[in-house]
């Protein structure tokens, strides 16, 4: 089965995923591209920069920013398929020889026509930051699926574990699900949940997660291609939205004794 992947430029909290799925599942599927866009998509970078820093602190944000720029430097560095790390995803891709391009809005007419000829079965949203609209939704035979990591519909939206942890939440959970034009409201396809440990952070939450949901993901590929998966349909009276917490509420997290960093 061949997959296309839409994702965002993110080695802190998307690259998790993509190491895990790539060293485990490569040669098991045939990935055809992978395209990520700007982090956070259209955001404002100033906006984006003054809201993590109300999330993480000064000092959170500090160790952020030289993680990030640590990444950028080691991944311009050679590695093989097989290497005990990789530090951005376009290196990760340069060692397993997976096609990857940086784009902007994926709904543009000129990427929904690359993505015409290279002919995917399937396409796949890791944490991609735009809606996707037609056509490119119905472009791939098998359709196009989102991972979500939380339960659906309940928290629907923005920052997903950030509002788990908030509301006291012993687990965090993951919806694999088909996109519809309506966000977070196509047929789910796969639901689980792993423990949240006690005094895990909320950095910690979400990169472990990320790597599990690699192997969720693998899953409903494989009921995809045999043709053996279950969709249902979400019951949306259970729904609920959530954007990026206000600064109120993020000192309300705080206040609760959770951490983000």
């Known amino acids: 089965m061949k997959i296309e992947f839409l994702t965002q430029n993110d080695p802190l909290y998307v690259l998790p995923f993509f190491d895990e799925f790539v060293r485990s599942y490569a ?26 820093t109300q999330l993480y ?17 080691a991944g311009l560095l050679p590695r093989k ?6 530090w951005t995803l376009a290196q990760l891709c340069r060692a397993y020889g997976i096609a990857y391009t940086r784009i902007g809005n994926p709904n543009a007419p000129e990427f929904v026509d690359s993505v015409r ?13 735009y809606i996707l609209k037609e056509p490119l939704l119905s472009l791939a035979p098998k359709g196009a699926i989102n991972i979500h990591h939380a339960p659906l519909p309940r928290y629907k939206g923005m920052m997903p574990t950030f509002w788990q942890m908030y509301h006291g939440e012993k687990t965090v959970g993951l919806t694999i699900h088909y ?6 409201e196509g047929q789910v396809l796969l639901q689980e949940q ?20 690699a192997h969720a993901m693998a899953k409903v590929l494989r009921q995809l291609r045999d043709g053996t998966s ?22 309300e997290f705080q206040r609760r004794g959770l951490r983000a960093i």
């Not at 792993?194 to 949901?213: A, C, F």
């Not at 279950?230 to 259970?238: G, V």
């Open 27 to 52: 040669s098991e599927f045939e990935i055809l591209h992978i395209a990520t866009c700007p982090t956070m998509g259209k955001r404002s970078r100033v906006q984006m920069v003054k809201e993590l």
């Open 117 to 129: 000829g290279r002919a995917p079965d399937l396409l796949v949203s890791v944490a991609c930051p």
């Open 81 to 86: 398929s097989g290497a005990s790390g990789y």
């Open 230 to 251: 279950s969709p249902r349909t979400m019951d949306q009276s259970k729904g609920s939205y959530y954007t990026f917490p206000t600064t109120d509420e993020i000192k």
């Open 194 to 213: 792993q423990p949240i440990v006690p005094r895990e952070t909320l950095d910690q939450v979400i990169r472990r997660s990320k790597r599990y949901g």
């Open 57 to 73: 602190g000064v000092m959170g944000m500090t160790r952020l920013v030289s993680r990030l720029a640590f990444s950028k430097l």
């Open 179 to 184: 996109m519809a034009a309506k966000l977070d």
